[in-house]
């Protein structure tokens, strides 16, 4: 069968708007946030719902054709990035909220319904999804699951993998797996559990039953003001330090206030100060007076200039739409963005933010924080220009010193982003043989001819070792990566 032929029976399977393949209009497909990394797809192949998704995935499983999965593109590891000549199925279709259960806090959404959608559609009962990325009013449920997304409020109520209650994947050659009805503590491996944060390597999720959280009674947010970065990483530790619980704590830095300032999503943060500390609590009225009148103590100690309170619903609002549109806002010093996504015990924020600020002054780059302070999650952004091949390799140079640098300290690769394209040379440093080869006997259990992905998130060497040490061969579920209708000769597929 030809390329064209196989292009026919896709588009006979969702219909002539459910296949991209004209070259034009697959120029958006070639990337996700990480714009230096780029791939050309053959087709970005678009299902309406879970029956058609298997239909695709199957066909294109026949055809030994690599897939990457896709939801709205917004990763910034690379995750999303196609593989040349290989297939972006993806779920810019599957939009529906399904249901909604008041009674059991649960709903059932198609995997690309975006992430504000669904507080938007629980907001009535009082309930809210607790996972929100800054990315929220464009990521999908999907990704969420597939990066095991966090977000601001993640310090207390906990990333996606808390969150997610079910699950209706489409595997590698088309067959669905229906994970959804599995009460709360379910018998059996729990593979809800290994397919949340696997980066799109296990199979396509078409369906996410999540949990939903009641809206809490009182919420306070803070801005605590300081005249330098250190005052603010203090003031975290010790937060930490004192088991407060507040629902969230971001630190912004200088540049990255001036360039929220100067944009659309300008919040009234002090355009003086060398960072602020956004804090916010949430709960019941005593628990957040309290929990507000400790933390004004300890900022106040560490020197904050002013701390500010929002003054009722549209304040709150402002604040946190300068913090998530503070990515955003950065198109303003750059044009493009690189957005590293490092773990650090919450003791040594201070002492890593100086040591990272250190690095890219070597590498003479230009350097934004903004953090999920409270989980220890850095976010050193380095704002560049991918034209100018010698400063991308100094972005790079700078993004695995970072990295190095927090494994050593103690810290992890990724706290919400993933592992992607971006931090595979880590993994080997980050993790020991024998965990890599579990990793890989785990994929290839689901994907056994390695299609899903290729190329990302587990290191190919590690995994070509695997099988060279005697891993179960492919099985005869569809054609291996390489020897079917439109694979390449190698077996494991090329970066
Ligand atoms: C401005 C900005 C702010 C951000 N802030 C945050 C933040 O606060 N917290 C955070 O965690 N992330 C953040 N991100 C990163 C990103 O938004 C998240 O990783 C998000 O979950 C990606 O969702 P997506 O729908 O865009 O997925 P994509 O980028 O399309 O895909 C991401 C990965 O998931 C896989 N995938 C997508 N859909 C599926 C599916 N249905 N089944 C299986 N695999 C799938 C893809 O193959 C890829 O590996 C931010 C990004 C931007 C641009």
């Not at 500010?308 to 604040?319: Q, Y």
């Not at 050193?380 to 494994?407: F, K, S, T, W």
Request: with cysteine; charged share 25%.
């Amino acid at each position: 069968m030809t390329t064209a032929g196989l292009l026919r029976d896709l588009r006979s399977i969702v219909g002539p708007r459910g296949l991209v393949d004209d070259p034009t209009w697959l120029v958006p497909y070639e990337s996700d946030g990480l714009a230096m990394q780029r791939g050309r797809p053959l087709c970005a192949v678009l299902p309406r719902d879970t029956a058609q998704a298997a239909a695709v995935m199957a066909r294109l499983a026949r055809a030994g054709v690599p897939v990457v999965s896709r939801g709205a593109g917004t990763g910034l590891s690379g995750g999303a990035t196609p593989v040349e000549g290989g297939a972006l199925v993806g779920t810019a279709r599957m939009r529906d909220v399904l249901s909604v259960d008041p009674v059991d806090r649960l709903a059932r959404v198609q995997a690309g319904v975006v992430n504000v959608e669904l507080t938007a559609a629980c907001a009535a009962h009082g309930l809210f999804y607790a996972p929100d990325p800054s990315s929220q009013q464009a990521c999908t449920i999907g990704g969420n699951v597939a990066e095991n997304s966090g977000g601001p409020h993640c310090f207390k109520y906990g990333a996606t993998t808390r969150h997610v209650e079910g699950l209706v994947i489409v595997t590698a050659d088309g067959e669905v797996l229906d994970l959804t009805g599995a009460p709360v503590d379910p018998d059996g491996l729990d593979l809800v559990g290994l397919f949340v944060g696997s980066e799109g390597l296990l199979g396509l999720a078409t369906e996410v039953v999540v949990r939903l959280t009641p809206l809490p009674e009182a919420v306070e947010t803070l801005l605590a003001v300081f005249p330098d970065l250190d005052g603010a990483c203090d003031s975290v530790s010790e937060i930490i330090a004192q088991r407060l619980e507040p629902s969230a704590l971001e630190i912004l830095d200088r540049l990255t206030i001036e360039a929220v300032e100067d944009s659309v999503f300008a919040a009234g943060y002090p355009r003086e100060a060398e960072a602020v500390l956004l804090i916010e609590a949430d709960g019941g009225d005593a628990e957040v007076a309290e929990v507000v009148a400790r933390i004004r103590a300890i900022v106040e100690r560490q020197g904050a200039l002013e701390v500010r309170s929002a003054r009722g619903a549209d304040e709150r609002k402002l604040l946190w739409a300068g913090r998530k549109g503070a990515f955003g806002a950065m198109g303003r010093v750059a044009p493009d963005l690189y957005v590293a996504d490092v773990v650090v015990p919450r003791t040594k924020l201070r002492e890593i933010v100086a040591r990272t600020t250190e690095i890219c002054r070597e590498q003479r780059l230009k350097l934004a924080n903004v953090f999920h302070a409270g989980d220890g999650n850095l976010h050193p952004n380095i704002c560049y220009d991918r034209r100018d091949e010698d400063e991308v390799a100094r972005v790079l140079a700078a993004g695995h010193a970072i990295m190095q640098m927090c494994v050593a300290a103690g810290g992890s690769l990724t706290g919400e982003h993933g592992v992607g394209l971006e931090k595979l040379p880590e993994m080997e440093l980050a993790f020991a043989p024998a965990d890599l080869r579990a990793m890989c006997d785990a994929r290839d259990a689901w994907d056994p001819h390695r299609r899903l992905n290729p190329g990302k998130l587990l290191p190919v060497r590690a995994c070509r070792e695997r099988r060279a040490a005697g891993a179960p061969p492919a099985s005869s579920a569809g054609a291996p990566f390489g020897s079917g209708e439109h694979g390449s000769s190698a077996g494991e597929p090329p970066r």
